[in-house]
């Protein structure tokens, strides 16, 4: 089971006790932009494999079939949250940053969506001697949307751990959150938990898990709805693997092996 990383809390404690921290060596240099493995939860190795079968059906009795399909549905609510923020995060790195008027780092650069464009201005601030806040600002023409802020959030420890939040391109009076990210990468470590705070993809409540501890990842999905929980583990290597799902082998941990046979569980 993946512990839920307690950022926040981490967070508001450095704000409290950091208050006296001197920023001016912030405008020495630019901070280094946050990692997109912050908001990459990639199962490919998955749901991708040169050695998956070619017909995914419904046939519970296929422990890896039976994965493959679960995994596709939580592709979906992945990309309804965090391909956004990637793609806008991806295009910073090619950017290079200028110290604007409020003595804050800013990137500024256009993406573009298929025939869409995107101006984007990344705002970093320094709020203790650890953290930095980062503010992705848009205007798109198309979208009524001028300086809307689609995403932001906080990093610390030189950008190891951090937490997003997602408001989306949707322009709102109240700034509606529609999801939250929390991260911490150590070494060949990455957690994330997106937790959903809208009805966007999924029920209001739900959250995901992504683990990925050397070769193995661990997908964890509960669906507030169904108030119903999903684990999925695979060795990226092997692609060996197990599910744990509420109707696959009446709940117990089902396992397959490197090609994708059903197979008893070790453990």
């Not at 932009?33 to 070619?54: F, R, Y």
């Not at 023409?141 to 951090?162: I, K, P, S, Y």
């Not at 060949?188 to 683990?211: F, K």
């Amino acid at each position: 089971m993946i512990k839920r990383l307690l950022l926040l809390s981490t967070i508001s404690c450095l704000l409290l006790i950091s208050c006296s921290d001197d920023p001016s060596s912030f405008t020495d240099e630019p901070p280094e932009l946050p990692p997109a493995a912050s908001i990459d939860i990639d199962m490919s190795t998955l749901t991708e494999s040169p050695q998956s079968k070619s017909s995914i059906t419904t046939d519970d009795t296929d422990y890896f079939v039976q994965a493959v399909f679960r995994a596709g549905f939580m592709k979906k609510i992945i990309e309804a949250h965090l391909l956004i923020p990637k793609n806008l995060l991806e295009a910073a790195e090619d950017t290079v940053a200028q110290l604007n008027e409020e003595q804050q780092w800013e990137w500024s650069y256009q993406y573009s969506s298929n025939t869409n464009g995107f101006d984007v201005r990344l705002i970093a601030e320094r709020i203790s001697s650890s953290a930095v806040n980062w503010s992705f600002l848009v205007t798109a023409d198309h979208l009524n949307l001028e300086e809307h802020l689609v995403f932001g959030g906080t990093t610390q420890n030189m950008g190891a751990q951090g937490v997003w939040t997602y408001y989306g391109l949707k322009d709102s009076e109240d700034d509606q959150k529609l999801s939250e990210i929390d991260w911490d990468i150590q070494g060949d470590s990455t957690q994330i938990r997106l937790e959903v705070l809208s009805d966007l993809s999924v029920a209001s409540g739900s959250y995901i898990d992504y683990d990925f501890d050397g070769v193995f990842k661990t997908i964890e999905f509960y669906n507030a709805e169904a108030d119903e929980t999903t684990i999925i583990q695979w060795n990226v290597d092997t692609k060996a693997g197990y599910i744990i799902a509420p109707d696959v082998n009446n709940g117990e941990k089902a396992c397959w092996d490197e090609d994708q046979e059903n197979v008893p569980c070790s453990e």
